[in-house]
């Protein structure tokens, strides 16, 4: 039989279809993203990344807006709190494509 699909338009690296599919038993969940940056750092976190919080990262370092501090700019975050090669059965119902969410073939269509 064929599991019924969820779609995540703009799925950046994926974050959201991971815990869509493993919160949800029985569904398959497509993650479609448009930016190659993004399903880059997805390919990086999803297949060579083995513990946690192994990633560290300043987003906010040149944005002035809404960070008042210097402090604030210069917050340290750490990735992934969740490893997802550790979840075999999870990978196994989702996929991320490359492409507009607009022009995407009808997901129903095995890729």
């Not at 969740?82 to 997901?107: A, C, S, T």
Request: aromatic share 8%; hydrophobic share 45%.
């Amino acid at each position: 039989g064929t599991l019924p699909l969820v779609v995540v338009p703009g799925c950046a690296q994926g974050r959201l279809v991971f815990e869509l599919a493993r919160n949800l038993a029985g569904v398959e969940v497509i993650g479609v993203e448009v930016s190659r940056m993004q399903l880059l750092a997805a390919d990086y976190i999803w297949n060579w990344v083995s513990k946690e919080e192994t990633l560290s990262f300043h987003p906010y370092v040149d944005e002035r807006s809404n960070n008042l501090s210097v402090e604030a700019r210069c917050k340290l975050f750490r990735a992934p709190d969740v490893v997802p090669q550790q979840h075999p059965e999870v990978l196994q119902r989702v996929r991320l494509i490359g492409g507009d969410f607009l022009d995407m073939p009808n997901p129903g269509v095995r890729v």
